[in-house]
């Protein structure tokens, strides 16, 4: 599986952005998906995850309430609205996958990435 995220860019403290991941194809599981990030000099973090049929949403404490995680299975696409942004929420954001259906938080949990998204929240 080869996935695609998109739509990063420059925004102003307190604007949005929508990210979307594309991926090439479906491995032979139902795919939970993820979001990370990872900004200068830090580790990758989670920032959130969503089952196969989009029922369970999970996210990281520090952008519940601001981000929001979708999925279109037709065009085999997830999506990160990202509202209220913050200069902190500055990073390359990463889409992943698993080869199993239920959302976790864990990186190790994820099989499949893609090659990230620049975002940059100015002040």
């Known amino acids: 599986v080869q996935l695609q995220a998109s739509g990063g860019g420059l925004v102003q403290s307190g604007g949005s952005l929508r990210l979307s991941c594309a991926a090439s194809?479906?491995?032979?599981?139902?795919?939970?998906m993820g979001w990370f990030r990872q900004a200068p000099g830090k580790e990758r973090e989670f920032v959130g995850s969503?089952?196969?049929?989009?029922?369970?949403?999970i996210y990281a404490d520090n952008v519940r309430g601001r981000f929001t995680i979708s999925r279109d299975n037709a065009k085999n696409t997830v999506y990160l609205q990202m509202n209220t942004l913050k200069p902190e929420d500055t990073a390359i954001y990463y889409c992943?996958?698993?080869?199993?259906?239920?959302?976790?938080?864990?990186?190790?949990?994820?099989?499949?990435w893609g090659q990230g998204t620049l975002v940059t929240v100015s002040s």
């Open positions: 194809r479906r491995t032979s599981s139902n795919n939970a």
């Open positions: 992943a996958a698993r080869a199993d259906s239920s959302p976790r938080p864990h990186l190790i949990r994820y099989d499949f």
């Open positions: 969503i089952s196969w049929r989009g029922e369970t949403t």
